[in-house]
C-alpha cells in the first residue's frame, strides 16, 4: 500500500500509471446477403491519437442485450501503424435480429483498455441454390378397393421439406 502524507501533493507513480487508448472501428454496411464477406478494420491509438499501439489484441464482438456478448474474431494490430483486420463470412442471426458488432482491445496492463463505437448489421438469407427439396401428401384415402372404369380422384398438397410453404405452379 502507497502511504501519502497529507502535507505532499496526491501522485501515482510511473510505474502504476496506465496510457488511454482510443479504439476505432472503421464503418461497417448495415445489411448484407449471408455469405458475403465482412471486412473488420481499425486502428488502435494512445487517447490523443499520437501514437499507434502496436502487437496488441483486438476482439470483435457481438453486443447480445441480457446475455453474455459473443466473440466473433480476433485480429492483431500491425507493428507498423497499430491497424487491425479480419474477415468474417456474413451469416443471419438464429433469432432472425441483426448482429451489433464492437471492437475491444486486449493490451497490457501499460495501458486501458477500450471499446470502439457499435454497428447495427442486418443480414438476409439467401435463398437455396438448386431444386427446393419438397413433400407430396396425399388426402385419398379408398373406401373400398377400385374396379377397372372407376374415376379416382386424387388431392393433396405440395410442400417444401420442411412444410413451411405451398408450391404452386
Known sequence: M???????????????????????????????????????????????????IPNATILIKDNVSLGTDTVIGIATTSDSNGKFTLSWKAVPKRSGMYWNFYA??????????????????????????GPTPTALSFAFMP???????????FSGRLLTADQKYFLSG
Do not use: C, H, N, W
Request: no cysteine; aromatic share 8%; hydrophobic share 40%.
Open 2 to 52: 502507497l502511504f501519502v502524507p497529507p502535507s505532499m501533493p496526491s501522485m501515482i507513480p510511473d510505474a502504476f500509471a496506465q496510457t488511454p487508448l482510443t479504439l476505432i472501428l472503421d464503418r461497417l454496411p448495415s445489411k448484407v446477403q449471408a455469405g458475403d464477406t465482412i471486412t473488420f478494420s481499425g486502428v488502435l491509438l494512445t487517447a490523443d491519437q499520437q501514437y499507434f
Open 104 to 129: 475491444v482491445s486486449v493490451t497490457s496492463s501499460d495501458y486501458t483498455d477500450v471499446r470502439s463505437q457499435e454497428y447495427r448489421l442486418s443480414v438476409t438469407p439467401t435463398a437455396p441454390v
Open 143 to 153: 373406401t373400398r378397393p377400385a374396379q377397372e372404369g372407376d374415376i379416382i380422384t
